[in-house]
C-alpha cells in the first residue's frame, strides 16, 4: 500500500484476496475507516480498479490494482485502555466522545475500527492461512457520552457465545449513574416497556410506551450528593438507551444528558454538524463500571472493572463537597 496526502491510496490484490467483493477487500485493508465511508468513495467514482470505475459488489481478480481517493485523510486509530485480553476476548475502557462505531455525521475514529487496526495484521494472516473468522467484532454497545467496558470477541464463535450469553441473562453489567434529585425508593426495579419515540425529532430517541419492548433496570442508591443521587444500575435486558429512558421516566435523567428528557441540546449539536457546544461537556453521568460472566471457552467467571473518567469523579468529588 502507498499514499500520501493528495495522492491515492495503492493496493495491489494478491491470489488470497481473488474473489472478495471490493468493499470487502478494502475493509480488511483500512479496518480503520467505516463502511459507509467506503461505500460512499467508490460510489462517488472515488475508487478504481485497473483504471476503470469501480463498484461495491466488483469481485476482484489476482493481480487487479486498487486506487483509493479521499477528499479528507483518514482518522488515525484511537490508543485505547485494554483492561483485559486472552485469544479470544478483548475489554477496553471507552472514553466518553468516542463513538463505538462510525454513525451519524460523524467521522471520528470508533472503538471498533482502531481495535481492527490495532489486529490488522493478525487478521491478513489469518485470510492468508484460509481462516476468515478472525475479526474482532463488538459484544455490545456504550452510548457515544457514556464511558467504562466494552466487550470485544476476537472471532466469529467467541462472538456468537458472548451473544448467546447477552441473550440468556448470563452478562452482569453494574453501571454507575449519576441523576438529578433524591431517589425514592433507595432501592427499586423499574420495569416498563420501551419503543421509538414517534413525537421526537431525534431518530433514535426512545420512550417508554406499552406497545414497546420489555424493559427492566434494577437499580441502588450509592450515595446522595448535591441536588443529584449516585446510583449503581443493573440493566436486566438491552434496550437501546434503556438506563437513560426509565431514569428519565422517574423523574432523575442523567446529568449532561442532551436527549432525555428534553432533546433541545441535542437537536443544537446535532445542527452544528455534531460538534458540542463549548458550554456542553462531551460526556454524561453514566460510566460502564463492571461486567461478570462466565468465559464461553473454559467457563471460569471473570470479573472486569473501569476505573471511573476523571471528570467524572471529580465532579462527584465537588457534589459530595456542597452536600
Same mark, same amino acid.
Given at each position: 500500500?502507498?499514499?500520501? !496526502?493528495?495522492?491515492? =491510496?495503492?493496493?495491489?490484490?494478491?491470489?488470497? %484476496?481473488?474473489? =472478495?467483493?471490493?468493499?470487502?477487500?478494502?475493509?480488511?485493508?483500512?479496518?480503520?475507516?467505516?463502511?459507509?465511508?467506503?461505500?460512499?468513495?467508490?460510489?462517488? /467514482?472515488?475508487?478504481?480498479? +485497473?483504471?476503470?470505475?469501480?463498484?461495491?459488489?466488483?469481485?476482484?481478480?489476482?493481480?487487479?490494482?486498487?486506487?483509493?481517493?479521499?477528499?479528507?485523510?483518514?482518522?488515525?486509530?484511537?490508543?485505547?485502555?485494554?483492561?483485559?485480553?486472552?485469544?479470544?476476548?478483548?475489554?477496553?475502557?471507552?472514553?466518553?466522545?468516542?463513538?463505538?462505531?462510525?454513525?451519524?455525521?460523524?467521522?471520528?475514529?470508533?472503538?471498533?475500527?482502531?481495535?481492527?487496526?490495532?489486529?490488522?495484521?493478525?487478521?491478513?494472516?489469518?485470510?492468508?492461512?484460509?481462516?476468515?473468522?478472525?475479526?474482532?467484532?463488538?459484544? %455490545?454497545?456504550?452510548?457515544?457520552?457514556?464511558?467504562?467496558?466494552? =466487550?470485544?470477541?476476537?472471532?466469529?464463535?467467541?462472538?456468537? !457465545?458472548?451473544?448467546?450469553?447477552? !441473550?440468556? /441473562? #448470563?452478562?452482569?453489567?453494574?453501571?454507575?449513574?449519576?441523576?438529578?434529585?433524591?431517589?425514592?425508593?433507595?432501592?427499586?426495579?423499574?420495569?416498563?416497556?420501551?419503543?421509538?419515540?414517534?413525537?421526537?425529532?431525534?431518530?433514535?430517541?426512545?420512550?417508554?410506551?406499552?406497545?414497546?419492548?420489555?424493559?427492566?433496570?434494577?437499580?441502588?442508591?450509592?450515595?446522595?450528593?448535591?441536588?443529584?443521587?449516585?446510583?449503581?444500575?443493573?440493566?436486566?435486558? /438491552?434496550?437501546?438507551?434503556?438506563?437513560?429512558?426509565?431514569?428519565?421516566?422517574?423523574?432523575?435523567?442523567?446529568? #449532561?444528558?442532551?436527549?432525555?428528557?428534553?432533546?433541545?441540546?441535542?437537536?443544537?449539536?446535532?445542527? +452544528?454538524?455534531?460538534?458540542?457546544?463549548?458550554? =456542553?461537556?462531551?460526556?454524561? /453521568?453514566?460510566?460502564?463500571?463492571?461486567?461478570?460472566?462466565? %468465559?464461553?471457552?473454559?467457563?471460569?467467571?471473570? $470479573?472486569?472493572?473501569?476505573?471511573?473518567?476523571?471528570?467524572?469523579?471529580?465532579?462527584?468529588? $465537588?457534589?459530595?463537597?456542597?452536600?
Amino acid at each position: 500500500m502507498s499514499g500520501i !496526502a493528495g495522492e491515492p =491510496l495503492v493496493f495491489q490484490v494478491g491470489p488470497v %484476496h481473488a474473489g =472478495l467483493r471490493a468493499e470487502t477487500f478494502l475493509a480488511l485493508k483500512l479496518p480503520c475507516i467505516s463502511r459507509t465511508r467506503l461505500k460512499r468513495n467508490i460510489m462517488s /467514482g472515488q475508487a478504481r480498479v +485497473n483504471g476503470h470505475r469501480l463498484a461495491t459488489s466488483t469481485r476482484l481478480q489476482a493481480g487487479d490494482r486498487l486506487e483509493v481517493h479521499w477528499r479528507d485523510e483518514p482518522t488515525p486509530p484511537v490508543e485505547l485502555e485494554v483492561l483485559y485480553e486472552d485469544p479470544r476476548l478483548l475489554a477496553v475502557n471507552k472514553p466518553a466522545g468516542l463513538p463505538i462505531h462510525p454513525s451519524g455525521g460523524r467521522r471520528r475514529g470508533s472503538v471498533i475500527q482502531s481495535v481492527r487496526q490495532a489486529f490488522r495484521a493478525q487478521i491478513e494472516r489469518s485470510l492468508e492461512a484460509g481462516d476468515p473468522s478472525f475479526y474482532p467484532s463488538l459484544v %455490545h454497545r456504550l452510548d457515544l457520552f457514556s464511558s467504562g467496558i466494552v =466487550l470485544i470477541a476476537k472471532d466469529r464463535a467467541a462472538l456468537v !457465545a458472548m451473544h448467546r450469553l447477552l !441473550a440468556s /441473562g #448470563g452478562l452482569d453489567k453494574r453501571y454507575l449513574a449519576l441523576v438529578r434529585g433524591r431517589v425514592s425508593p433507595r432501592q427499586g426495579r423499574i420495569e416498563a416497556p420501551i419503543g421509538r419515540d414517534e413525537h421526537s425529532l431525534v431518530a433514535v430517541k426512545r420512550c417508554v410506551r406499552p406497545d414497546g419492548l420489555p424493559a427492566v433496570t434494577e437499580y441502588e442508591v450509592l450515595e446522595e450528593l448535591q441536588g443529584h443521587t449516585l446510583l449503581a444500575v443493573h440493566p436486566l435486558t /438491552g434496550r437501546q438507551h434503556q438506563i437513560r429512558v426509565h431514569l428519565a421516566w422517574r423523574g432523575h435523567p442523567l446529568w #449532561g444528558d442532551l436527549l432525555y428528557p428534553d432533546e433541545t441540546l441535542f437537536l443544537r449539536y446535532a445542527a +452544528n454538524g455534531y460538534r458540542l457546544d463549548p458550554s =456542553l461537556p462531551p460526556w454524561h /453521568g453514566l460510566h460502564a463500571q463492571s461486567v461478570r460472566f462466565h %468465559h464461553p471457552a473454559d467457563g471460569r467467571e471473570l $470479573e472486569l472493572e473501569a476505573p471511573l473518567p476523571e471528570d467524572l469523579a471529580r465532579l462527584i468529588a $465537588e457534589l459530595r463537597q456542597g452536600f
